[in-house]
């Protein structure tokens, strides 16, 4: 009757040990969640702001350019005539267009590649981690409740032989 409650002591230090572990990997597996959440959200943001700041450089450039060609073209009116200028003009513009919608589209391009490796490699390092994290809970708790039963086993015939 001694050894009762030292094998219900082992019991709860196994059922303890089972618990604290199992939530330690859990723990781990939520660290590892918060970390790729906050690393697509950093990778996200500075891609965006990468996107805005090249829109906004090549419409710069392009406005320059525009500028620069409607004055040429004015002061070349003066000389040819008012149909070249037109005809000139609305040419400058479409290139133009034609110039800023191809940087965006290349830039979406980039960001869109650039978002989909880093989701595969966040993925990927995510279900190792993961995989790394239920093989040490699993093995953990196999440990401990072989052991205890190990030590439960040869607890109960300790007392068998003490009564007998």
């Known amino acids: 009757r001694k050894y009762w409650f030292l094998v219900l002591a082992v019991i709860v ?12 990997a859990a723990a781990a597996e939520v660290v590892v969640v918060v970390v790729v959440v906050v690393v697509v959200v950093v990778v996200v943001v500075v891609v965006v702001v990468v996107v805005v700041a090249v829109v906004i450089v090549a ?33 400058v513009v479409v290139v133009a267009v034609v110039i800023v919608v191809a940087v965006v589209v290349v830039v ?7 978002i989909e490796v880093v ?6 390092v995510y279900s190792s981690t993961s995989s790394i994290i239920y ?3 699993s ?3 196999c440990s401990t409740s072989s052991s205890s039963s190990s030590s439960s086993s040869s607890s109960s015939r300790s007392s068998s032989i003490f009564f007998l």
């Open 135 to 137: 093989n040490n809970s």
């Open 139 to 141: 093995s953990n708790s």
């Open 59 to 91: 419409v710069k450039v392009v406005v320059v350019v525009v500028v620069v060609v409607v004055v040429v073209v004015v002061v070349v009116a003066k000389v040819v005539g008012v149909v070249v200028v037109v005809v000139v003009v609305v040419v």
């Open 13 to 24: 230090v196994v059922l303890i040990v089972s618990v604290v572990s199992t939530a330690a």
């Open 119 to 124: 989701v595969v490699i966040i993925v990927k």
């Open 108 to 114: 979406v391009v980039v960001v869109l590649v650039v």
